[in-house]
């Protein structure tokens, strides 16, 4: 496989990922603001805050509302980050190297693309915003389906895999981050309704609000939600699941090396930092530091898999 | 670029065409009296029973499928979505078997002699000693490359892949208008334009007993293993693009996934002690046969323009070496210049010592000074097209020309004559089309149309069933150009015995 196409798949999948993640995460709070107004702590600002963009928004916009970060991070065409602009360039990279990939992959993408092309510039001309989230899961999910339906196990899978699990695992630990840095910043709310609320309203955001009622029944606590999404490997979208399917990739995509020598790329301290630690142990030595550190060596990893596949001199 | 890759699948069919007909252009699938040609009775009573806004909807979901299928060419200089579709008639243009059968024995008849010509050309060039191709008018030409003499492809093979316009004249004759023998494009859309039809049309698909158009890529990848210059049991081919902003870009992509090969980009390339690499991920893999849509100017820096970035510097050298091939071989250009055409049945005849099948337009050189005089005496009858330009630039079509215009040319021509030659207008033949103008319902309405067929020489000839049939959708319109509105039809070249609906 050509380096230039090993880095265009990688990154397709990052931004499909990406895309994903956008998604959920405006979806959840939207419908959380259905029902309660948000007190004091801004849901809208907190989401700026877990995508890392408080910034670029800033940019463009004088205030955080929810039409603004809706469009911001849905339709956006100035948002290279927006869900429109990631599909664009998923789709983009994939049209450059349609014979690495299933028609039927090609095909679904491209079909997301053409929609998304067609959405409105502002979310309100949308007919139901709820409906449009729906949809949009529903889109990618057909998307993940037909990945795992239709291709081979091969290189191509791999950077795939590789890419999507990467972009999972950064989305995971900075939700994380922005529910115990940013979200509830007072102390006595700690255990209480709003707490157990944002709680749910996270897990929901990662898919695994049911997993969590299956592995701990109904007591949502904060130490069981960080174990859960950091440390357990059995759940989809959690960050252990997503390491231990990069560690296994990248050992796939050494193995096939036709030489006993060659390139091999390891998870490192990305598998140390969450085979060693407990989520008491984690919470007790800072949170938020662990979680910087996670999104670190996700980037690093990611560096690491660039140059010894993807740059071209 | 070549505009035989930028310039599109789509020649310029004004350079022979008028619509201020002098006779009435044949019409394809109905005779004079308006009755169905045999070969097209099924498909036109089909056709005549259906009912136009069915048509109509079927037109729509053709193109509809063109865009959830990523089918699109890129067109320069469009700001906003600079994906096109290339717009597509559910009418197809029938040929039947026998008629079929002389074209493509006059279209590897043809490309034999440009592989010769070529073969000669570049080695001993008996054709120039011998006085019946001047020598300067090869060696000036600006498709003629100093760096190809001397190398030897494979079995003489320079041109593995050809496209040969044709045109049909008011008497129903095929002619051939001109060759494309370095980059030739549009054969993705003959692809494609079958797995539409087969969507839309399956019942009368099968009752026509059509020639199948899906072994081609197989059929490239076979000729182009061939041409692999040292022996390896599995050669590796790969597929060269100038990248995305290409407007074949599509194809491209669609033939290195029809074939299974890898499709690379200059960066993704190294030449090293006269051979050729590709970046993998593994390292460096050896290529032994490039498929390249990229023109000779831009292929290699090192021989050619240096600025260029679309290809890999050492390639020429690589080529010369005898450690990769490229195809079509460098150099194949020269072959299909304007002026050269018009040396094309002498080729045929010098080199197979036979008649041409395929006769070509009447072509003028106006370097010859009693032929100069002939045309300048009738300019407004004549298309004018400068030798050294392609994609229809500086073409001038008598009969539309202004005085003014004409005066111009006429001008242009005495100062440099050999710069241009002259065809007679050619009344191209017309096929029902479906029209869609706003406004009004949807009719089947006749509209002028060319053919490309495409033939790939390897130790035998293939010659794909049928080819890139182009319309020119607009009423009275002669430009197949798809950003002037023109469009393809799917081709159907019928089983022998089918001929008769």
């Given at each position: 496989m050509l380096r230039r196409i090993a880095q265009q798949l990688f990154w397709a999948a990052r931004y499909l990922e990406r895309a994903q993640w956008r998604a959920r995460l405006v979806d959840v709070n939207y419908n959380l603001l259905l029902e309660v107004p948000p007190r004091d702590a801004d849901p809208w600002e907190a989401l700026l805050a877990i995508t890392g963009e408080a910034e670029s928004f800033g940019a463009h916009h004088s205030r955080a509302d929810e039409r603004s970060v809706v469009n911001f991070y849905t339709l956006d065409r100035a948002n290279p980050s927006s869900i429109r602009c990631c599909i664009e360039t998923a789709r983009g990279n994939l049209s450059s190297m349609?014979?690495?990939?299933p028609t039927e992959v090609w095909l679904e993408i491209n079909r997301l693309y053409l929609d998304a092309m067609s959405w409105p510039a502002d979310a309100l001309a949308l007919i139901s915003i709820p409906g449009f989230f729906t949809t949009l899961r529903e889109r990618f999910y057909a998307i993940g389906g037909v990945i795992q339906a239709t291709m081979p196990r091969d290189l191509a899978f791999d950077f795939i895999e590789t890419g999507t699990m990467l972009e999972c695992a950064d989305n995971v630990a900075r939700l994380l981050d922005v529910k115990y840095h940013y979200l509830l910043p007072r102390l006595e709310d700690v255990g209480g309704a709003d707490d157990n609320r944002q709680w749910a309203t996270l897990l929901r955001s990662a898919s695994s609000l049911e997993a969590f009622r299956q592995v701990y029944g109904n007591a949502m606590q904060a130490d069981r939600v960080v174990e859960l999404l950091l440390f357990n490997g059995d759940v989809p979208r959690t960050a252990r699941f997503c390491a231990d399917r990069i560690a296994s990739a990248l050992a796939r995509i050494a193995g096939?090396?036709?030489?006993?020598e060659g390139p091999d790329v390891e998870p490192g301290r990305l598998t140390t930092l969450l085979c060693g630690s407990s989520a008491a142990a984690v919470i007790h030595d800072g949170l938020h530091e662990y979680l910087l550190d996670f999104e670190r060596e996700c980037a690093a990893l990611s560096n690491r898999v660039a140059a010894a596949y993807m740059v071209i001199d | 670029m070549d505009a035989q890759e930028t310039g599109s699948v789509l020649p310029d069919l004004r350079a022979v065409a008028t619509?201020?007909?002098?006779v009435a252009p044949m019409n394809e699938m109905f005779d004079g009296a308006g009755h169905p040609r045999p070969e097209c009775s099924r498909v036109a009573s089909y056709l005549l029973t259906m009912e136009a806004r069915r048509l109509f909807e079927l037109g729509e979901r053709a193109h509809q499928m063109f865009q959830q299928m990523g089918v699109t060419f890129n067109h320069y200089g469009d700001a906003e979505g600079t994906e096109r579709i290339f717009p597509f008639d559910p009418v197809p243009r029938i040929i039947p078997a026998v008629v079929w059968e002389t074209i493509e024995a006059g279209l590897v008849q043809r490309v034999r002699a440009l592989n010769a010509f070529l073969a000669d050309i570049y080695g001993e060039g008996a054709i120039l000693h011998e006085g019946i191709v001047p020598r300067d008018l090869i060696i000036g030409s600006p498709q003629f490359r100093h760096a190809a003499a001397g190398i030897k492809p494979r079995d003489n093979l320079f041109v593995i892949v050809a496209g040969i316009d044709l045109v049909r004249d008011a008497d129903g004759r095929f002619l051939v208008l001109e060759d494309n023998l370095r980059t030739p494009s549009g054969v993705s859309y003959v692809l494609q334009n079958r797995v539409i039809m087969r969507r839309l049309f399956p019942e009368l698909l099968r009752a026509q007993q059509v020639r199948c158009v899906e072994n081609y890529p197989a059929d490239l990848l076979a000729v182009l293993k061939e041409t692999a210059p040292r022996d390896t049991r599995d050669p590796v081919v790969a597929v060269l693009t100038p990248g995305p902003y290409n407007s074949a870009f599509f194809e491209h992509v669609f033939l290195a996934q029809q074939m299974g090969i890898e499709l690379v980009e200059g960066r993704d390339l190294v030449c090293s002690g006269h051979q050729l690499f590709m970046k993998t991920i593994y390292g460096l893999r050896r290529i032994d046969v490039l498929y390249r849509r990229v023109d000779d100017d831009y292929l290699d820096p090192v021989t050619f323009?240096?600025?260029?970035?679309l290809g890999v510097a050492g390639l020429t050298a690589a080529i010369r070496a005898g450690n990769v091939a490229v195809a079509n071989a460098i150099g194949t250009g020269v072959a299909d210049d304007k002026a050269v055409f018009a040396y094309t049945p002498a080729m045929i005849r010098f080199y197979l010592g036979e008649e041409p099948l395929l006769p070509i337009v009447e072509t003028h050189l106006l370097r010859d000074p009693d032929e100069c005089a002939m045309v300048l005496r009738d300019l407004d009858r004549y298309v004018i097209k400068p030798t050294g330009a392609s994609g229809g630039y500086g073409v001038v079509i008598g009969p539309k020309a202004s005085a003014e215009e004409l005066a111009q040319l006429r001008a242009r021509i005495m100062r440099d004559p050999a710069a241009y030659i002259a065809q007679p207008v050619v009344q191209l033949s017309v096929h029902p089309t479906l029209t869609r103008s706003s406004g009004e319902p949807p009719r089947l309405e006749p509209r002028h149309v060319d053919l490309r067929p495409f033939v790939l020489m390897g130790q035998k000839p293939r010659v794909l069933a049928g080819g890139l049939t182009r319309v020119a959708l607009r009423e009275g319109s002669l430009i197949v150009n798809s950003s002037q509105g023109g469009g393809s039809k799917d081709t159907w070249v019928l089983e022998n015995g089918c001929s008769a609906g």
């Open positions: 349609r014979h690495q990939v096939r090396y036709p030489e006993s | 619509d201020m007909p002098i323009r240096p600025d260029s970035l």
